[in-house]
């Protein structure tokens, strides 16, 4: 009787472990996927957007700090390079972070590491950088740069969104 089931009950668990790896193996780009389509609504792609003050009802993606202010640039290197400039922020702490389209992390810089600011070409396999840009390399041809500024509230607000609204994401072109 129970050599009846086995094969099934192997094939079953078969199955079940490659539905999961399966399912893990394309989560992240997914998400991403999904990520992208909400922060290109707030912009279009290549370019940034720079969101307003985060309320109680501010959810895009997930839940936002309310001591950040965050700008975001969906980016697609379908049509070359994309060209990504953060200028120094006066805020006690500034990051531009570069995700690929699998939710992994291609590139990190903050003010303490970039004081006079961030110029950075994002790159897929076979292009090159223009002069003045460092090159970041990412897997894939879309994702998201994030810029975070936390919110210094012993600075004039007024100053710091100016410098954030600097921020800038291109095409090359």
């Known amino acids: 009787m129970i050599g009846r089931w086995i094969a ?3 094939l079953a668990l078969f199955a079940a472990l490659l539905a999961w790896h399966v399912t893990l193996a394309n989560f992240p780009q997914v998400l991403m996927r999904l990520a992208i389509g909400r922060v290109t609504q707030a912009g279009g792609e290549n370019r940034m957007a720079h969101a307003p003050l985060v309320t109680a009802k501010s959810r895009a993606i ?16 379908k049509r070359g390079p994309v060209l990504v400039q953060v200028p120094a922020i006066p805020a006690a702490y500034w990051s531009l972070s570069v995700f690929d389209e699998r939710t992994d992390t291609a590139f990190v810089r903050n003010g303490r590491e970039a004081p006079g600011g961030v110029r950075v070409a994002l790159l897929a396999a076979g292009q ?5 840009y460092a090159p970041v390399r990412v897997d894939g041809r879309r994702g998201i740069a994030l810029v975070r500024v936390l919110i210094d509230r012993t600075r004039p607000f007024a100053v710091i969104d100016a410098a954030r609204r600097q921020a800038s994401c291109r095409a090359a072109r």
Do not use: N
């Open 8 to 10: 099934p009950l192997a």
């Open 128 to 132: 090159t950088a223009p002069a003045g």
């Open 62 to 77: 997930v839940r936002p700090s309310p001591d950040l202010l965050y700008s975001s640039c969906p980016f697609d290197l």
